[in-house]
């Protein structure tokens, strides 16, 4: 007891390698942060044990909680190499709320998990900071969320995140693909880049097999290969709620890790194939030089990547030109792709030539 009392409060735990007032004080410092996304729903502020949010169901009849959760894989080994950490938060968010938002409903609040192996101060501002200005593009409330240390797990330098959202549709208005048929129309919408999948083939591609450094400028792209590999993820909520409200949307999909063809699927009923037609969008350098410098074929870089559409839609015929004029008000680059024909057999995707 003697010796124990010569520490002062604290310290033992410290000297394990763990800061409870480092973290006290990460907390305090990303309140003012926090407090600009939230909406007029949230009850609760920072510190308690759970976070209070206020069902808006003034606004809906029946309504149906939608919950995801996501990382952004090994993107985060390309922040760490840059250190450029604040679009990696903008990613978190957006690889939630666009699944959210791939079932019709409005994403409401999001959580994050951060765990390092030292708390960083100023990485993890970054990090929050990116966290913050996604759920401000998303329209959704940062209610919380749990910033751990764990020496022995995670070595320093390195650190994982992890993103929580939960969203609202009413029960009549859910996009479960029941409702796509023979003849509706898919539209596209223009991706960022890499978004935050295939960093693995990414990495070992670029790095491993070329031997590029982060800070080279190639001649296919515009910027640094920093610049390009951390462009973050693009947030469709606001565009894609607002032609929810104006048109007949049957289906969504969000093209994530499996790209088009274990992403597109799942927006469509048994006996339904999206028939997309070759060259009908633009394709960013990004995607064309990896398939030359990693000797990829067509079919799977179709599967690992977005190749310039983060997010499809499918609609009704006579709706889009409807969606289409309401995507260019909103400055979404968004391109008709392709149709759905009805064929025997389980939902999939086939290319075609124009």
């Not at 223009?190 to 591609?205: D, E, K, P, Q």
């Not at 031997?211 to 792209?221: A, H």
């Not at 973050?232 to 969000?254: F, M, N, Q, S």
């Not at 067509?298 to 009704?316: A, I, K, S, Y």
Request: glycine letters at 12%.
């Amino acid at each position: 007891m003697a010796e124990s009392a010569r520490m002062s409060e604290g310290d033992a735990y410290k000297e394990a390698g763990v800061d409870i007032d480092a973290a006290d004080r990460f907390i305090r410092s990303v309140g003012p942060l926090v407090k600009q996304t939230h909406r007029s729903e949230v009850l609760s502020g920072l510190g308690g044990f759970g976070s209070l949010f206020a069902l808006p169901s003034d606004r809906y009849t029946e309504p149906v909680l939608v919950a995801a959760t996501d990382g952004v894989g090994t993107k985060l080994l390309v922040a760490e190499r840059a250190d450029r950490h604040t679009s990696i938060g903008i990613d978190l968010v957006a690889m939630c709320v666009n699944d959210v938002i791939a079932t019709g409903a409005e994403p409401l609040f999001f959580l994050d998990y951060l765990a390092m192996g030292k708390l960083e101060h100023g990485v993890a501002i970054e990090i929050l900071r990116g966290i913050t200005e996604g759920c401000k593009q998303a329209g959704c409330a940062l209610v919380g969320g749990e910033t751990a240390e764990m020496p022995g797990v995670y070595p320093a330098g390195r650190y994982d995140i992890a993103g929580f959202c939960v969203g609202v549709v009413e029960r009549a208005n859910i996009l479960d693909g029941t409702e796509v048929r023979h003849g509706d129309i898919v539209i596209g919408l223009a991706s960022n880049g890499l978004h935050a999948n295939g960093f693995s083939l990414v990495r070992h591609i670029l790095f491993d097999q070329e031997g590029l450094d982060i800070t080279d400028e190639l001649p296919e792209l515009d910027g640094t290969l920093a610049d390009e590999l951390l462009r973050p993820t693009a947030i469709y909520v606001r565009p894609v709620l607002d032609v929810l409200e104006r048109y007949r949307v049957k289906g969504i999909a969000h093209i994530t890790g499996g790209g088009f063809y274990d992403n597109i699927p799942r927006c469509l009923p048994p006996g339904a194939v999206a028939e997309l037609r070759n060259a009908s969008w633009p394709v960013h350098p990004i995607f064309t030089l990896l398939k030359e410098r990693g000797g990829l074929a067509d079919r799977e870089l179709l599967r690992t990547f977005n190749c310039g559409l983060g997010m499809v839609l499918v609609v009704h015929p006579e709706d889009v030109d409807g969606v289409l004029d309401r995507m260019e008000i909103l400055s979404q680059p968004a391109h008709v792709v392709g149709r759905i024909i009805a064929e025997d057999g389980p939902a999939s995707v086939r290319f075609v030539d124009p």
